[in-house]
Nanobody, 115 residues
Framework: QVQVVESGGGLVQPGGSLRLSCAASGSAFRFYAMAWFRQAPGKERELVAIITSGGTTNYADSVKGRFTIARDNAKNTAYLQMNSLKPEDSAVYYC?????????WGQGTQVTVSS
């Protein structure tokens, strides 16, 4: 089972960009589907984007055209490139690694979009 650690969060102005990284341990990373979720205060955790082991991607409607999920199997890392950020994108962003019945979550990284 892989362990994952997120990084790259921070404070950014509306319209700005951030790139989140999710570093995974272990040699089986390439078999895992990787996903980004987010949770804002008082709201449920929601799926933002997912990339399968084969590279197929899917996005929440609210981020389509602005966010891009990618993975680098050689570096055991998944990424979330976030452009044209809006205040409503502010949340704790979590990375999740999934393979069959195995799921691993990171501790989260805070993204705040504010002027």
């Amino acid at each position: 089972q892989v362990q994952v650690v997120e990084s790259g969060g921070g404070l950014v102005q509306p319209g700005g960009s951030l790139r989140l990284s999710c570093a995974a341990s272990g040699s089986a990373f390439r078999f895992y589907a990787m996903a980004w979720f987010r949770q804002a205060p008082g709201k449920e955790r929601e799926l933002v984007a997912i990339i399968t082991s084969g590279g197929t991607t899917n996005y929440a409607d609210s981020v389509k055209g602005r966010f891009t999920i990618a993975r680098d199997n050689a570096k055991n890392t998944a990424y979330l490139q976030m452009n044209s950020l809006k205040p409503e994108d502010s949340a704790v962003y979590y990375c999740k690694a999934s393979y069959r019945s195995s799921n691993s979550w990171g501790q989260g990284t805070q993204v705040t979009v504010s002027s």
